[in-house]
Structures are given as structure tokens and as C-alpha cells.
């Protein structure tokens, strides 16, 4: 099932595991490390306020602001540098913003082809000591009170992912209409191995992610393996049971959340966000509502898609043959990849909803972030938005947040 090949690469934990963690899984992953630039507001300190709002109104001398402000030059010139620092400014609307800047690492799993949900810090590997082909041991906790944290290797056969789009990118920042602030690839892709912890419930195991949810995906593969190899069956025995998930809410509710925060945002007066990052929380809400499809109905969302099959599929479903074909040459984790995967294994599904998650998977293919049209992408937010909630007013019914 493992290969060796794993063994030399380095396994970071994307934050810290939980207190009562003693079994992760390792996932093959490739990383990038990048740049995470973020707008605040500035609100509450008057007098850099003040010097701001002079600067803007074109008095750039410090001597003079001080005058006009009757407080010390010093200060004035601290608090034009420490503006400067941070890339304050006054907008058009009369608010001070400042920038900040962030460097970190996104991770893509290699198997699934997702990017993991949340950028993760620079932390040291970790010191793994692999036992066998497929299973390894690290410790946690202190040198005079070591916890020994079991590892299960889940292997692949994929050995390179595409680098992150920018749409992909926009899922990271709150990007603004500034082209330097939004999150930039500053390093080539690096092979690793991503440590996650693993919780037994009620209905199977759960691979758990940095946001307190569990990746479907990785988890539904884990329950697959597990049926395929005693050895993995003998693993999943070990672990404990939970008698709850650490939280409710299952990812395509973080993705919806996510998407109604941005595009109210969009709809009010400072229209600090662009179409990048409504384009992200689109997709991300696409990509989650079919990796709830499959964990629900037990469909295997990874493996090798037949491209000629899966294209007729498409064209079956009501896509042109170009975008059929372009979805089933897609790279894997994509929305038409995983859309085009679903219609392949579920032709009896109920085609209302199948009708309308390709519409909106296709609308959002072909919204270019330079050309979309305000109102066309304000009209497929909202559509996503009524599917999902569609399946999880039926997934809730089915206890779906147990599973998850």
C-alpha cells in the first residue's frame, strides 16, 4: 500500500494537535510558501487619524502638520513612519486602512488534489521514525514525558500537483481591488507529508482539519483503505472513540458561511472585495458540495477518471462537448473535475439538483475574474448558495453531521 519513497520527505502538522491526539494520518502533499497580504481598518487612534487625514488633503511637510496640529514633530514623523511601516492610507470613502503582510505555507494534497482549507505557519518537521512501510511513530510533550502519536502512511499514486490558481489564491486573503494586496506564490512546490489527526466516531473515522471539521475526502479514503488492507483495519481498531466531534459544522457550511460573508461585503458601501474572491468562495462551495454527495452516498471520490466516459457523461448532463472534454482533462480537485466524476457514478440521481450544480459549475467556468459582470456573478453566488442549501436541509435530516 506505502511507498518507501515517503519516507525521506518531511511531515509538518498544519496547527497544533489536540490534547488527546495519539493516532494521525500522514497524506502526501505538495507546499508552496506565500505571501498573505490583508487590509484593517484603523479606528480608534485619533491622533495618527489626524496626521493621516492632512497628509491626504496634500501637506506632506512634518514640521507643517505639527504646527497645524500643535503637537511635537517628533511624534508627527514617528507616526508617518510607523504609517509608512504599514502602508496606511486614506481611502476614497474618508477610512484609514492598513496593510499587513503574512508569510505561510498552502498546502495541496496530492491525492484528492484539494488544497487543504486554511495556510499554515512555519513550523519545523516533524521527527518521524517510521516502523514499517506504512506505519511511523513521532513524540509529543515534553523530553521528560514523552506521548507517543501513532502514524498511518496513506500512499498515492500521484507524485506532482498543478500549482494553485488565483482564484484558488483569493481563498486565502481578503483580497481588495489593489493588485499588491492579495496572496502571492513566493516559492516553487516542495513535496511533504501532512500530519492529521484521526477521531473514531459512532459512524466511522474522521480525518479532522485545522478548521475543526473533517475533510470528507481524506476520510472517505481512509474508510477505503481500511475495507482493502487488514493491516490499516488493525490501525483504525487503535483509536479511541470520540464521544463527539470537536465541531458541528460540517465544510460545506464553513464554505457557504464564507461565501454570504463576501458577497454581503461585496453589496455594501466599501466595496472592498473583487470578483477573485467571490470567484473562490464559489468554487470552494461547488467543490465541498459534491464532497458532501459522495461521503453521504458512499461514492469514492478519488482514483483515476476514465476521460472519455466521464466526458459523455457531462454531455449527457447538458454540457457542450468542449467543456466536457476540458472537465474531464481537468486537473484533480478542481469543480469541473469533481462535478464531471460525480455525474460519471450517479445517473439516477435526482437530475433537478444535477441540472442546476452543472449550471452553476459551468457559469463559473467560463466567469473570467477581468470580463465577469457584477450582476451575473451577484446571480451565480446567490444560485450556489440556494443549492447548497438544498442539500444541507436534506443532508441535516440525515444525520450527516454524525458521519462527518
Known amino acids: 500500500m506505502a511507498s518507501a519513497v515517503w519516507h525521506d520527505r518531511p511531515a509538518y502538522t498544519l496547527a497544533a494537535l489536540p490534547p488527546r491526539s495519539r493516532h494521525v494520518v500522514l497524506t502526501p502533499a505538495i507546499r508552496w510558501r506565500v505571501i498573505v497580504e490583508e487590509v484593517i481598518e484603523i479606528t480608534h487612534d485619533v491622533m495618527l487619524d489626524a496626521v493621516l487625514r492632512i497628509r491626504a488633503a496634500g501637506e506632506t511637510s512634518p514640521t507643517s502638520i505639527a504646527d497645524l496640529l500643535q503637537i511635537p514633530e517628533d511624534l508627527v514623523r514617528h507616526l508617518l513612519f510607523q504609517a509608512a511601516a504599514t502602508r ?7 477610512r484609514v486602512e492598513a ?3 503574512t508569510v ?13 482549507p486554511h495556510p499554515a505557519k512555519e513550523v519545523p518537521p516533524i521527527a518521524l521514525r517510521f516502523t514499517s512501510r506504512n506505519r511511523a511513530r513521532f513524540d509529543r510533550g515534553t523530553a521528560g514525558r514523552p506521548i507517543p502519536v501513532e502514524c498511518l502512511l496513506m500512499d498515492t499514486e500521484h507524485a506532482m500537483a498543478a500549482d494553485p490558481t488565483s482564484v484558488e489564491l483569493a481563498r486565502f486573503s481578503r483580497a481588495s481591488a489593489d493588485p499588491n494586496r492579495r496572496t502571492a506564490l513566493v516559492s516553487a512546490g516542495e513535496p511533504c507529508m501532512i500530519a492529521s489527526p484521526v477521531v473514531a466516531l459512532t459512524s466511522g473515522h474522521a480525518v479532522w482539519t485545522t478548521r475543526g471539521v473533517p475533510h470528507l475526502t481524506l476520510s472517505q479514503r481512509l474508510t477505503e483503505l481500511g475495507r482493502q488492507h487488514e493491516s490499516v ?4 481498531a487503535t483509536v479511541p472513540k470520540s464521544a463527539a466531534a470537536p465541531q458541528s459544522d460540517l465544510p460545506l457550511r464553513q464554505a457557504m458561511a464564507e461565501l454570504r460573508e463576501v458577497s454581503a461585503e461585496r453589496k455594501s458601501s466599501h466595496q472592498t472585495v473583487d470578483d477573485l474572491t467571490v470567484l473562490s468562495r464559489i468554487e470552494l462551495c461547488l467543490s465541498r458540495f459534491v464532497d458532501q454527495v459522495c461521503y453521504a452516498a458512499g461514492i469514492s471520490s478519488t482514483g483515476v477518471l476514465e476521460a472519455a466516459a466521464a466526458a459523455s457523461a457531462g454531455e449527457r448532463a447538458g454540457l457542450s462537448r468542449d467543456l466536457a472534454r476540458t472537465w474531464a482533462r481537468s486537473d484533480p480537485g478542481t469543480a469541473g473535475h469533481k462535478v464531471l466524476r460525480l455525474l460519471a ?3 439516477d440521481s435526482d437530475q433537478s439538483v444535477l441540472s442546476e450544480l452543472v449550471a452553476c459549475a459551468a457559469d463559473f467556468t467560463a466567469s473570467a475574474p477581468e470580463s465577469v459582470l457584477a450582476p451575473a456573478l451577484e446571480s451565480l453566488a446567490n444560485r450556489t448558495l440556494d443549492l447548497c442549501d438544498r442539500l444541507v436541509t436534506t443532508s441535516e435530516g440525515a444525520d450527516v453531521q454524525q458521519a462527518g
Open 88 to 94: 496606511m492610507q486614506v481611502t476614497h470613502d474618508g
Open 99 to 101: 496593510g499587513t503582510s
Open 104 to 116: 505561510s505555507w498552502i498546502y495541496r494534497d496530492l491525492e484528492t488534489g484539494e488544497l487543504w
Open 233 to 236: 483495519r488493525r490501525w483504525l
Open 345 to 347: 457514478v450517479t445517473p
